[in-house]
């Protein structure tokens, strides 16, 4: 007796989450960006990732220094005034990192991994012109299977903001 009301219960629990999530599929609403509304997601690829976004000369200057680090579903947004040869060191960090540079075409040009705090006061750059960057945990762009030629979805980027 107990077992079927508990199938019950979980029949009634499952077949309108089954029912939600295809809906919500059909309506190409990722449920990671359904759960978390407010939260910036990009995507790289399939991939959704929250980020944090830096914009002002301040915001890109400090990066994620003094922190001390990163869930494993975010990453920290850098959007450059323009495409450049853009600079990234690791000064006052603590934490490794994987940096994932993105051009205008908002495709992924070229990944540094495993980025060391250690590695202060070397300056990493990525190969072709970047207007983004992302950083993420050490060994994020490997667990995913991020890499050169993934196109990039970006969240609605504020407006007025960009630094010129």
């Known amino acids: 007796m107990l077992a079927n009301k508990l199938q019950i219960i979980f029949l ?7 029912m939600f999530y295809l809906y919500m599929q059909q309506q ?10 407010g939260t910036p ?16 000369g301040e915001e890109l200057a400090k990066g994620l220094s003094g ?8 990453g920290f947004l850098l959007i450059f005034p323009e495409a450049d040869y853009h600079s990234i060191w690791m000064k006052e960090m603590r934490f490794p990192i994987d940096i994932i540079w993105i051009d205008d075409d908002l495709m992924v040009i070229s990944i540094e991994k495993n980025v060391s705090p250690d590695s202060y006061p070397r300056i990493f750059r990525p190969k072709k ?5 992302v950083e993420t945990n050490t060994q994020y762009s490997d667990i995913v299977g991020i890499r050169p030629g993934q196109i990039v979805t970006l969240p609605i980027l504020p407006k007025g903001n960009l630094e010129k």
């Open 67 to 74: 922190r001390n680090e990163l869930s494993n579903v975010e």
């Open 129 to 133: 012109p970047a207007r983004y960057a």
């Open 12 to 18: 009634i629990i499952l077949i309108p989450s089954g």
């Open 41 to 56: 997601v990009m995507h790289i690829g399939d991939i959704p990732l929250r980020v944090e976004m830096a914009i002002t």
């Open 28 to 37: 190409d609403v990722p449920m990671f960006d359904f759960f978390l509304p």
